[in-house]
């Protein structure tokens, strides 16, 4: 597929129109009104193009700005990554979230609340709506709208486990008032259904090699999404009545890394998902350039910023992209020859370009160190290395997607349509290696591991380099987990490598949290942020157009300060609260309307 084919997932004023007809409510958990255009199940779903068009409707809640459109981009907030510029709190949105200073006030949590719901309220109408079309079970096409509806509904209430723990949950829409205060549902019992789910979808699905489009789930898809959640599952989330972190106990948790290998086993008798044949480098290019390939993107969650729609557009490559100035102040011919703005909003731990292998083809995709400036006299977006944001700042961006890569001429300066891909054949790879390694052969996770570091050219990890490679002064040192035999080394490595590989797409928190160490994590980056004097030898004074000052006589040169500048930048280690921040807070309003949840949020938040 060498161009971007939208047909199968145009976002168009129909979709909207669809929404309101499904939905029946954002306030609470479900909606709490029923729309006067509201449609009875039995009298819409009664054609295939409608059913296609109240799946669509699910994807539409994911597209959103305030689901993963923007809103949802700051709840991956790590350690390596998504340090919004400023440390102040008190936003209610992003930066509070970023770092670590959140409250059940946040309208950003609130908000991806409202989407992942609605989604998931939408997916119940849909599933039993065309389950219950005549000729259902004859009908092949109606069996994989299904399985789509299954996999989004999955995909959907996985980020409530994720993200809030125990949540109300149902696979019923709601239909009336009174159903849309629902108690808790213990997390188990969700589990439970998304692997009900996901089974589904994997036996319905098509496979890859037969789905035009990447921005519609296969088979594969539905595998790796039920692999990571099989190794959430197995891993430790925060108990609520305890407020400590627990896990399944060791036969349970076998049980579920041994489910992760059969998972994999299956998706390899594909034969068709691997590596981008291009290459790392291109396949985040190809993002950027709007082109499609499920070899390795397994699943792309589809923006589209020039139908008229902003909601559905995306900021992708601009919030958590390289800076870059708009020509012509946003507006003029230029924007016809130019690149489109980019905020720039998220800035990654700059020491973190320093890890990577210089031979390592993904530090200069992942790990940008330079802006583009718009140069009046030049009337040009003139790429700088050397500028206040880079050189004093230390300000260093993520990299996968980027403006300068996209196509000249824009209609919108912020928007991009640049998809997001929350499910890679590199990361399933990572996973397999990971349960491979928890059931005792360690020999193939190293093998697995290693496939993922030998594509992006970078030293493949032995018993002889291990310590050179993963250990100070290379990296620092983990000491919450133990390496003494080969198991813990491979732990450690693969704490790494998920970094280097998965970097900036949202699942480093996660991982972090299902290892039960991201408080550790988190204080770790913050220790070696503030202890970086190598700092000191990128730091440089600069005027205000970006070139190095020359100093007056018995000046001072500017002084590296790590603390300083982490205190302005990075907090996170600082503010993390261990047994409370694992979870989001429920948002305020949905404490406040949904009685069966008896005024009770998350552990540590009002």
Same mark, same amino acid.
């Given at each position: 597929?060498?161009? =971007?084919?939208?047909?199968?997932? =145009?976002?168009? $004023?129909?979709?909207?129109?669809?929404?309101?007809?499904? #939905?029946?409510?954002?306030?609470?958990?479900?909606?709490?009104?029923?729309?006067?255009?509201?449609?009875?199940?039995?009298?819409?779903?009664?054609?295939?193009?409608? +059913?296609?068009?109240?799946?669509?409707?699910? %994807?539409?809640?994911?597209?959103?700005?305030?689901?993963?459109?923007?809103?949802?981009? !700051?709840?991956?907030?790590?350690?390596?990554?998504?340090?919004?510029?400023?440390?102040?709190?008190?936003?209610?949105?992003?930066?509070?979230?970023?770092? *670590?200073?959140?409250?059940?006030?946040?309208?950003?949590?609130? #908000?991806?609340?409202? *989407?992942?719901?609605?989604?998931?309220?939408?997916?119940?109408?849909?599933?039993?709506?065309?389950?219950?079309?005549?000729?259902?079970?004859?009908?092949?096409?109606? $069996?994989?709208?299904?399985?789509?509806?299954?996999?989004?509904?999955?995909? @959907?209430?996985?980020?409530?486990?994720?993200?809030?723990?125990?949540?109300?949950?149902?696979?019923?829409?709601?239909?009336?008032?009174?159903?849309?205060?629902?108690?808790?549902?213990?997390?188990?019992?969700? %589990?439970?259904?998304?692997?009900?789910?996901?089974?589904?979808? =994997?036996?319905?699905?098509? !496979?890859?090699?037969?789905?035009?489009?990447?921005?519609?789930?296969?088979?594969?898809?539905?595998?790796?999404?039920?692999?990571?959640?099989? @190794?959430?599952?197995?891993?430790?989330?925060?108990?609520?009545?305890?407020?400590?972190?627990?896990?399944?106990?060791?036969?349970?948790?076998?049980?579920?890394?041994?489910?992760?290998?059969?998972?994999?086993?299956?998706?390899?008798?594909?034969?068709?998902?691997?590596?981008?044949?291009?290459?790392?480098?291109?396949?985040?290019?190809?993002?950027?350039?709007?082109?499609?390939?499920?070899?390795?993107?397994?699943?792309?969650?589809?923006?589209?910023?020039?139908?008229?729609?902003?909601?559905? +557009?995306?900021?992708?490559?601009?919030?958590?992209?390289? @800076?870059?100035?708009?020509?012509?102040?946003?507006?003029?011919?230029?924007?016809?020859?130019?690149?489109?703005?980019?905020?720039?909003?998220?800035?990654?731990?700059?020491?973190?370009?320093?890890?990577?292998?210089?031979?390592?083809?993904?530090?200069?995709?992942?790990?940008?160190?330079?802006? *583009?400036?718009?140069?009046? $006299?030049?009337?040009?977006?003139?790429?700088?290395?050397?500028?206040?944001?880079?050189? =004093?700042?230390? *300000?260093?961006?993520?990299?996968?997607?980027?403006?300068?890569?996209?196509?000249?001429?824009?209609?919108?300066?912020?928007?991009?349509?640049?998809?997001?891909?929350?499910?890679?054949?590199?990361?399933?790879?990572?996973?397999?290696?990971?349960?491979?390694?928890?059931?005792?052969?360690?020999?193939?996770?190293?093998?697995?591991?290693?496939?993922?570091?030998?594509?992006?050219?970078?030293?493949?990890?032995?018993?002889?380099?291990?310590?050179? @490679?993963?250990?100070?002064?290379?990296?620092?040192?983990? !000491?919450?987990?133990?390496?003494?035999?080969?198991?813990?080394?491979?732990?450690?490595?693969?704490?790494?490598?998920?970094?280097?590989?998965?970097?900036?797409?949202?699942?480093?928190?996660?991982?972090?949290?299902?290892?039960?160490?991201?408080?550790?994590?988190?204080?770790?980056?913050?220790?070696?942020?503030?202890?970086?004097?190598?700092?000191?030898?990128?730091?440089?004074?600069?005027?205000?157009?970006?070139?190095?000052?020359?100093?007056?006589?018995?000046?001072?040169?500017?002084?590296?300060?790590?603390?300083?500048?982490?205190?302005?930048?990075?907090?996170?280690?600082?503010?993390?609260?261990?047994?409370?921040?694992?979870?989001?807070?429920?948002?305020?309003?949905?404490?406040?309307?949904?009685?069966?949840?008896?005024?009770?949020?998350? !552990?540590?938040?009002?």
């Amino acid at each position: 597929m060498n161009s =971007k084919n939208r047909n199968t997932m =145009k976002k168009n $004023k129909l979709i909207y129109v669809l929404g309101a007809l499904l #939905s029946v409510g954002a306030i609470s958990c479900d909606l709490t009104e029923k729309p006067t255009s509201f449609y009875e199940m039995d009298t819409y779903f009664t054609t295939a193009d409608k +059913a296609k068009m109240a799946v669509i409707g699910i %994807y539409d809640c994911l597209a959103a700005e305030g689901s993963y459109g923007q809103y949802a981009m !700051p709840f991956a907030s790590s350690d390596d990554m998504y340090m919004v510029r400023g440390t102040a709190t008190g936003d209610g949105t992003r930066r509070d979230i970023s770092h *670590y200073a959140l409250t059940s006030s946040n309208t950003w949590i609130a #908000s991806v609340w409202n *989407y992942t719901y609605e989604g998931i309220d939408r997916a119940n109408t849909a599933i039993s709506g065309i389950e219950g079309m005549p000729g259902y079970e004859d009908s092949d096409e109606l $069996k994989e709208l299904v399985a789509q509806a299954r996999f989004l509904r999955a995909f @959907l209430a996985f980020d409530l486990v994720r993200y809030w723990g125990d949540v109300p949950f149902k696979t019923t829409s709601t239909g009336s008032f009174g159903e849309t205060s629902q108690p808790r549902t213990e997390r188990e019992k969700i %589990y439970d259904q998304i692997v009900i789910d996901l089974d589904f979808a =994997k036996q319905y699905l098509n !496979p890859g090699s037969q789905v035009a489009s990447s921005e519609v789930p296969c088979r594969g898809a539905a595998r790796a999404l039920l692999m990571r959640a099989y @190794l959430q599952r197995a891993g430790y989330s925060l108990d609520r009545a305890t407020r400590k972190l627990t896990r399944p106990d060791d036969a349970t948790r076998q049980k579920y890394f041994e489910a992760v290998i059969k998972e994999w086993e299956a998706f390899n008798t594909e034969g068709y998902h691997d590596f981008y044949s291009a290459g790392y480098e291109e396949l985040f290019k190809n993002y950027s350039k709007l082109v499609l390939n499920n070899q390795e993107s397994l699943w792309e969650i589809a923006f589209e910023p020039n139908n008229g729609q902003k909601d559905n +557009a995306g900021y992708w490559a601009t919030y958590n992209g390289p @800076l870059v100035d708009a020509p012509d102040a946003g507006s003029g011919a230029a924007n016809q020859t130019h690149m489109g703005r980019a905020n720039a909003f998220f800035i990654v731990l700059p020491y973190w370009g320093h890890f990577y292998e210089d031979n390592d083809v993904r530090r200069d995709v992942n790990f940008v160190d330079y802006v *583009y400036r718009w140069v009046k $006299k030049d009337q040009d977006q003139v790429k700088m290395t050397v500028c206040q944001e880079i050189s =004093k700042n230390m *300000y260093r961006y993520p990299g996968k997607w980027r403006r300068e890569w996209m196509a000249p001429g824009f209609v919108d300066p912020n928007h991009t349509g640049v998809n997001y891909c929350p499910l890679r054949y590199a990361d399933v790879v990572l996973m397999a290696a990971e349960a491979y390694n928890e059931t005792g052969n360690t020999p193939e996770a190293w093998r697995l591991l290693n496939s993922v570091r030998t594509r992006s050219e970078a030293t493949a990890i032995t018993s002889a380099n291990y310590a050179s @490679l993963m250990k100070a002064p290379k990296v620092y040192d983990l !000491p919450f987990i133990s390496d003494g035999d080969e198991a813990g080394k491979f732990r450690t490595a693969l704490y790494w490598e998920r970094a280097f590989e998965t970097a900036y797409e949202g699942q480093r928190k996660f991982d972090l949290i299902r290892w039960g160490i991201l408080g550790d994590a988190l204080r770790a980056a913050q220790a070696y942020i503030e202890n970086w004097e190598e700092g000191a030898a990128e730091f440089k004074d600069v005027d205000k157009n970006g070139k190095p000052t020359k100093l007056e006589d018995g000046a001072t040169p500017a002084v590296w300060d790590p603390v300083v500048w982490a205190t302005q930048n990075y907090v996170a280690g600082h503010n993390f609260v261990d047994g409370k921040h694992e979870l989001l807070p429920i948002p305020l309003a949905e404490i406040q309307s949904n009685a069966q949840l008896n005024g009770e949020n998350n !552990p540590g938040y009002e």
